[in-house]
């Protein structure tokens, strides 16, 4: 089955510096790549995701790379604030719906004020 | 968006009771849910798929029997914890899909059990 590995576990930026999380899939098949953000104790939010019919898509300060032919894909988030401050999980699923969603372990993010 | 509603939000209930957590989809038909469950600092862990009007498809290593789902219309799946233990406290999440829309999967809030 698909295998997602997330780098790194924990990841401290200063203020408006940019942070970048690494995920690597396993499987070809795999072709929706969606991030999620997760703050202590709530549900995980969809920030941002991407299909494999795409190398990059970018939504303000968050961006997201695919490197099919590699097998991994990379978060950006730029001009970081205290509020992006949080557990970050990329996932990879395949099919025509994307249903079964594997998840990386996960990164902790702090931006430092 | 498509609103996903769980509730309760906290439980804590004694070793040996049931305890029924309920996950809605507010705005959109979900023919399948997922359940998830989230120890402290680890990632999301898919328990099951719940299927409406089938029955559930259990992730390797899930007690079927002890962690009871029903999906019985296109809004809404139950998970049932029986038997609890303070080893099944923990964060559960269910998940959905507008599949008609073909939209990104929607989470929960989560529900904190706690079994003393």
């Known amino acids: 089955g698909e295998n997602v590995e997330q780098h790194p576990s924990t990841l401290s930026v200063q203020e408006g510096d940019s942070a970048v999380i690494k995920c690597t899939y396993s499987d070809s098949a795999s072709n929706y790549f969606p991030w999620y953000k997760q703050e202590l104790g709530k549900r995980p939010q969809l920030i941002i995701d991407i299909r494999s019919n795409v190398g990059e898509k970018k939504d303000q300060r968050i961006a997201v790379t695919l490197n099919k032919t590699a097998k991994h894909f990379s978060l950006h988030i730029t001009e970081t604030q205290p509020e992006d401050s949080a557990v970050y999980f990329c996932?990879?699923?395949?099919?025509?719906?994307?249903?079964?969603?594997?998840f990386g372990p996960g990164t902790r993010l702090s931006v430092l004020p | 968006g498509a609103v996903v509603s769980q509730h309760p939000s906290r439980v804590i209930c004694k070793s040996g009771t049931s305890v029924k957590i309920e996950c809605r989809s507010l705005d959109f038909q979900a023919t399948t849910m997922f359940w998830y469950r989230q120890f402290p600092k680890q990632s999301l862990m898919l328990m099951a798929t719940?299927?409406?009007?089938?029955?559930?498809?259990?992730e390797q290593g899930v007690e079927k029997d002890k962690f009871l789902i029903n999906h019985a219309s296109l809004t809404l799946s139950t998970l049932t914890v029986t038997s609890a233990h303070p080893e099944d406290s923990s964060f559960y999440i269910c998940?959905?899909?507008?599949?008609?829309?073909?939209?990104?999967?929607?989470f929960g809030n989560g529900t904190r059990l706690t079994v003393t």
């Open positions: 996932a990879a699923s395949m099919g025509n719906y994307g249903q079964n969603f594997v």
């Open positions: 998940s959905a899909r507008d599949l008609a829309g073909n939209s990104p999967l929607h």
């Open positions: 719940s299927n409406e009007g089938s029955k559930a498809t259990y």
